[in-house]
């Protein structure tokens, strides 16, 4: 296989992008990895050094470098993938969904919703099929993060959870003290 692909000349701004993005500690791992072989590339590595370095197949250094080379830095972006289109639409979601923001209740048998929970919801009740890794992406995407509720703290979920449990017994036994 033929190593000598070169980088095309790069620009000041491609220069300074790719030098803060190859530096960068809060940017995809993935984005972080394209910059470094960009760099290096430009610094006069070649395929297989680039490779060894970064410890990735050569393959894969050509292909960002043949990808830069083409379209600068959108080349190395990724790029959209392929797949079935939604069957419901963000609006659909968003409106129906809006179960997430209040706590449980209205006929639920539980008191805090999970991802699991939200997905039956929407699945049974309002008929949309979702799985419950893209309402955690829509979610995200609208600024809502998830909260895990703490039950142990304060009142208990379940008003007869102590009748269920049952009478509590000791897990240590009492020493009786010695008379002296």
């Given amino acids: 296989m033929a190593d000598p692909l ?21 940017a995809l791992v993935r984005a972080v990895a394209r910059a470094r072989m960009i760099q290096l590339a430009s610094e006069g590595g070649s395929v297989s050094v680039i490779a060894a370095r970064l410890h990735v197949a050569k393959k894969v250094v050509r292909c960002w470098l043949t990808r830069f080379n ?35 209740g209205g006929g639920q048998v539980f008191g805090a919703w999970t991802f699991e929970r939200l997905e039956g919801y929407l699945n049974d009740e309002k008929g949309i099929a979702i799985k419950h890794s893209r309402i955690q992406e829509i979610l995200h995407a609208e600024g809502l993060r998830w909260r895990q509720q703490e039950t142990w703290f304060g009142a208990r979920v379940d008003p007869d959870f102590a009748q269920k449990r049952g009478p509590l017994r000791l897990s240590i036994r009492s020493r009786q003290r010695a008379v002296s």
């Fill in 6 to 26: 070169r980088l095309r000349a790069l620009t000041e701004e491609e220069r300074v992008h790719i030098a803060r993005m190859s530096q960068s500690h809060t």
């Fill in 70 to 104: 083409a379209d600068g830095l959108n080349g190395v972006q990724d790029k959209l993938h392929s797949g079935r289109p939604a069957t419901y639409s963000r609006e659909e979601v968003g409106g129906r969904g809006d179960g997430a923001h209040r706590s449980a």
